[in-house]
Structure formats: C-alpha cells, structure tokens
C-alpha cells in the first residue's frame, strides 16, 4: 500500500477497539470531544464577528491566527470522534499537520507582539491618565471661563448649526440677553431684522471656507439688542478644529462711539476747508499733519511740501521757540491752551496772526493731544 493511500485509507483498527467497546469509556471520550469541538468552533466564529465589529482593533491578524488555530483544533475532536468507529488515522493526521503549522505561526506572532502588548497601558493606568486630563481640562476650563468673564470684547461661540454655545458677559451686558436666554438659540437673534434671512447664507460660504478673519470686511456691519435697538459693530471670525461643538467663535466689538467721533471729525475737516482761514495741525513734536486749502492760499505751500515738517519752520526764529515752548507746555498740563500768540510771518504774506484752540475730535481720533494753530489775515 503506497504512502498517499495509506494517508486517505479506513482499513486501520477503529479506535473503539482500544475501549474494548466499553460504553461508559467510549461514550465519555466521544461526548467530550464533541463538545470540545463545538466550543472550538464557536470560539474563531466570535472572534471574528467581535472584529467586523471593531475595525479600529490593532493586531488584528492575530486574532485571525487564534481563530484558525482554535477551529482546526476543533477538526482534530471530531476525527478523534470519528477514528472511534473508522480507522482514518491518515486523515486525522492530515489535519493536526495543519494544526501543527497554524499553531506554530500563532506562537511567533504572540512572542513578537509580546513587547508591544506590555506597553499597552493598563486599566489602572488608563484611569490615572484620564483622572489628570480630566483635572487639567477643569483647570483649563476654569482659566478660559476666568478669562472670558475678564476680557470687554463680547465673545459668542456658534457650532455648525448656527446655534450659540458659548457667551461671556460682555456679551450679555452688550446684547441686553442674560446667558440662558442666548445658550441654544440662532446667532441670527442678534442680526438686525432687515438682513435676517441673508445671515444663513453668509454663514453657510464661511462654513465652506473657514478662516479666521474680520466680518464683512469693506461693510458697516449691525447688531440688534434684545430691546430692538441697532448699533454699528466690528467682528472678527476665529475657526475652532478642535472642539466637537464649537465651530466658530465671534469676537463683537461696540464701535458706536468710533463711528460718532469718525463722523464729528468728517464735519469738522469740511467745516475747516470750506473756511479762508489758514488751519493746520500738528502732533506734540510740532510736525505738521494736516494742511488745509486755507493754509496753502495763504503760506503759498502745497500738502506735498507742508505735511511732515516742523511748524516752527513757517515761523520767525524767535516765534518758532515760542511755538516749540507752547508745545512743550501743552505736553506736560495735557491741555490745550487758548489764546493768542504774537505773529507769524511768510515770504509771500508778511505777518500773520497766531491763535491755539481745542480741536477734541482730533485729539480723540489721532493722537491724545493735539495742537489746532490757525492763520488769520491781519
């Protein structure tokens, strides 16, 4: 009989014959391997079923190796069983050769993953480092909400749905709103009526584009207060990566009083050039800043040529130190002074008369102090 058929032949001796055919003996070892063999094929069909589940487990292949090495130990019950009756050795040997091969592969891939696998923290481990992220992110917390409540700017954060979820009170003391009634509302509360229906719109192309910038840049922008009142605002767009809930956060800034003082000193410079007086303005270093049509008429100088100079130039030595020491004087009270100082005198129009006057929109808009001097025809 050749190799291969003594490998797939059944004439050998049952293994009942080793039992003596004994009841008690036979059926023991009969119903324990088929229960080892149903409990090893249920085991690799667990195993896989956990993974197709779990597609974020590393060391997946290993598990793949359990679940062959366990399944084909399981084979090797069931021709334990069947060698009972017939004498199919060679079969019975076929499948422990691979059993053999799966569970030596097994055993390599264990010993390698060894090291990595004592790495892995353990439970105790887990929780201490979730215990201490924990305090931080309450201490973090703790700060941020320290700051918000300290910082004027009024801050919002909205999530990707529009919806508020995070307010400071300068942002309640700014809207008129207290926080429960902002917390889970529509940004688009705060958005004047009129251009209420747009804001989604507008929302949703930043959304698709997110990047921390100024709102509506090159527009006048509007906020309305819980009592229905408009007021000019600026804000700037800051994008959130990485927080679940927040996408963006919104810094308002009231500039009603920029805007009033802007427009006072737009009236004030059409005011100045529409008169024939000579007025400019010159900053606590007596360097000219602005020159009206005024002055060019009567000191017969462009703002090409004035801007940027020293005031005193304009004058007579003597009235440039006079100039330069009422200056310094403004300087140090951190007043303006009114009244009149001596003359001035010019190549083309010969003395001029010299007077110092408050001008508070400059003062507010430009510097903290500044010197309003005109020249009047004598």
Same mark, same amino acid.
């Given at each position: 009989? %050749?190799?291969?058929?003594?490998?797939?032949?059944?004439?050998?001796?049952?293994?009942?014959? /080793?039992?003596? =055919?004994?009841?008690?003996?036979? =059926?023991?070892?009969?119903?324990?391997?088929?229960?080892?063999?149903? %409990?090893?094929?249920?085991?690799?069909?667990?195993?896989?079923?956990?993974?197709?589940?779990?597609?974020?487990?590393?060391?997946?292949?290993?598990?793949?190796?359990?679940?062959?090495?366990?399944?084909?130990?399981?084979?090797?019950?069931?021709?334990?069983?069947?060698?009972?009756?017939?004498?199919?050795?060679?079969?019975?040997?076929?499948?422990?050769?691979?059993?053999?091969?799966?569970?030596?592969?097994?055993?390599?891939?264990? =010993?390698?993953?060894?090291?990595?696998?004592?790495?892995?923290?353990?439970?105790?481990?887990?929780?201490?480092?979730?215990?201490?992220?924990?305090?931080e992110l309450e201490q973090k917390t703790a700060r941020l909400e320290l700051v918000l409540g300290k910082i004027s700017p009024a801050v919002i954060?909205?999530?990707?749905?529009?919806?508020?979820?995070?307010?400071?009170?300068?942002?309640?003391?700014?809207?008129?709103? %207290?926080?429960?009634e902002l917390i889970g509302q529509p940004v688009e509360i705060l958005v004047p009526a009129n251009v209420r229906e747009r804001h989604p719109s507008?929302?949703?192309?930043?959304?698709?584009?997110?990047?921390? @910038?100024?709102?509506?840049?090159?527009?006048?922008?509007?906020?309305?207060?819980?009592?229905?009142?408009? +007021?000019?605002?600026?804000?700037?767009?800051?994008?959130?990566?990485?927080?679940?809930?927040?996408?963006?956060?919104?810094?308002?800034?009231?500039?009603?009083?920029?805007?009033?003082?802007?427009?006072?000193? @737009?009236?004030?410079?059409?005011?100045?050039?529409?008169?024939?007086?000579?007025? +400019?303005?010159?900053?606590?270093?007596? #360097?000219?800043?602005?020159? #009206?049509?005024?002055?060019?008429?009567?000191?017969?100088?462009?703002?090409?040529?004035?801007?940027?100079?020293?005031?005193?130039? /304009?004058? @007579?030595?003597?009235?440039?130190?006079?100039?330069?020491?009422?200056?310094?004087?403004?300087?140090?009270?951190?007043?303006?002074?009114?009244?009149?100082?001596? /003359?001035?005198?010019?190549?083309?129009?010969?003395?001029?008369?010299?007077?110092? /006057?408050?001008?508070?929109?400059?003062?507010?808009?430009?510097? =903290?102090?500044?010197? @309003?001097?005109?020249?009047?025809?004598?």
């Open positions: 009989m %050749s190799l291969i058929e003594n490998l797939f032949s059944d004439q050998f001796m049952p293994h009942g014959y /080793c039992y003596m =055919w004994a009841p008690e003996v036979l =059926w023991t070892h009969v119903l324990s391997d088929a229960l080892i063999a149903i %409990s090893y094929f249920s085991i690799p069909l667990s195993l896989v079923a956990f993974l197709k589940k779990r597609d974020d487990i590393k060391f997946s292949n290993v598990f793949y190796l359990f679940s062959a090495f366990i399944f084909l130990c399981g084979v090797t019950h069931i021709f334990s069983i069947i060698t009972v009756w017939h004498g199919t050795y060679g079969l019975s040997g076929i499948a422990k050769i691979a059993t053999a091969i799966v569970s030596f592969f097994t055993a390599v891939a264990v =010993w390698r993953l060894i090291p990595v696998a004592v790495a892995i923290p353990s439970q105790k481990q887990l929780e201490r480092q979730v215990a201490e992220r924990t305090r954060g909205v999530d990707g749905y529009g919806r508020i979820k995070l307010v400071n009170p300068a942002a309640t003391g700014l809207f008129g709103y %207290s926080e429960a507008h929302r949703a192309v930043f959304y698709s584009d997110m990047k921390s @910038r100024p709102m509506g840049q090159g527009r006048e922008l509007y906020a309305e207060r819980k009592d229905g009142s408009h +007021f000019p605002v600026e804000i700037g767009l800051t994008a959130v990566e990485d927080d679940p809930e927040l996408v963006v956060i919104a810094t308002i800034v009231d500039v009603s009083e920029r805007v009033k003082v802007a427009s006072e000193r @737009r009236r004030l410079i059409a005011t100045i050039e529409a008169v024939d007086d000579g007025i +400019f303005s010159v900053d606590m270093m007596g #360097t000219i800043e602005t020159w #009206t049509p005024g002055a060019e008429t009567i000191f017969g100088m462009g703002q090409e040529k004035a801007i940027g100079w020293p005031a005193p130039s /304009c004058c @007579r030595a003597r009235m440039a130190r006079r100039v330069a020491s009422r200056l310094s004087w403004i300087a140090w009270r951190k007043v303006i002074p009114c009244g009149i100082m001596s /003359c001035a005198t010019n190549t083309r129009t010969g003395m001029r008369q010299i007077s110092a /006057c408050p001008s508070p929109p400059f003062a507010t808009c430009v510097v =903290w102090l500044r010197a @309003r001097l005109s020249w009047r025809r004598t």
